[in-house]
């Protein structure tokens, strides 16, 4: 499931996020890529380690933490903290390639499955001319370019890959989830019926069918989840 997550970031948060990104260091995009994707990564990374980065990954979790659309959609297990991309000058492209099966949380114990993939847009679109996500499904190639503050979810099975850059420069977070129902057919089944729940729960009340629905979508989720 390709899925738009609107208004991640307030105002105030993605004025913040900016601020904190231009005052911060970067370094070659590659040093966290695989070695197929090493060699089509020409992009920079935000310096991990540093206060900068530490505060804009509780900033983006703990908007992600109060954003009721993204936990319905991604049914989130683990979320791999967020990292923070630049493409801009001679580092403005990441050609295709698929994302790690598997990811270490910090201190590289824990494995988490990258069963969803995530960029968070700083930018607006007219602030910088290409850099794309271009996310190939079933439906064909999906051209994607938010708003300042919105999110894309995308399944971490999907060939992808950033438009190079040809003015100004793309800001973004990306980082991965392991989802608590693994199949991307049953999270969208699930996604489905919860959005129509909500939708006839605000135009009829919670009518005796209501409830059943709801114990339904519950008992789907029971049955999938690995918690």
């Known amino acids: 499931m390709l899925l738009r997550i609107p208004d991640v970031l307030n105002a105030d948060q993605l004025a913040r996020a900016r601020e904190l990104l231009a005052a911060a260091a970067w370094i070659d995009g590659r040093t966290t890529a695989g070695a197929q994707a090493a060699l089509v990564k020409h992009n920079e990374q935000l310096q991990m380690?540093?206060?900068?980065?530490?505060e804009l990954q509780a900033l983006v979790l703990g908007a992600l933490d109060k954003h009721p659309l993204f936990f319905s959609?991604?049914?989130p297990k683990r979320i791999l903290p967020p990292l923070f991309n630049r493409y801009s000058g001679?580092?403005?492209t990441y050609g295709d390639h698929v994302d790690q099966s598997i990811r270490y949380l910090p201190g590289g114990v824990q494995r988490?499955?990258?069963?969803?993939?995530?960029?968070l847009f700083f930018c607006d679109p007219d602030e910088y001319e290409g850099g794309e996500l271009v996310?190939?499904?079933?439906?064909?190639?999906?051209?994607?370019?938010?708003?300042?503050g919105d999110m894309v979810l995308y399944p971490g099975t999907s060939v992808h890959r950033v438009e190079p850059v040809t003015r100004g420069a793309r800001l973004a977070s990306f980082f991965w989830i392991e989802s608590m129902v693994r199949s991307d057919d049953q999270r969208r089944l699930l996604f489905d019926m919860d959005m129509s729940l909500m939708r006839l729960r605000s135009e009829l009340g919670e009518t005796p069918e209501m409830v059943q629905l709801t114990g339904t979508y519950h008992n789907l989720l029971r049955m999938w989840a690995d918690t």
């Not at 380690?49 to 530490?54: M, S």
């Open 90 to 92: 001679d580092s403005n």
């Open 135 to 148: 996310i190939a499904d079933t439906y064909g190639s999906q051209r994607v370019k938010l708003a300042a």
């Open 112 to 119: 988490v499955r990258t069963d969803i993939s995530c960029t």
């Open 73 to 75: 959609a991604a049914l």
């Open 49 to 54: 380690g540093t206060p900068q980065h530490a």
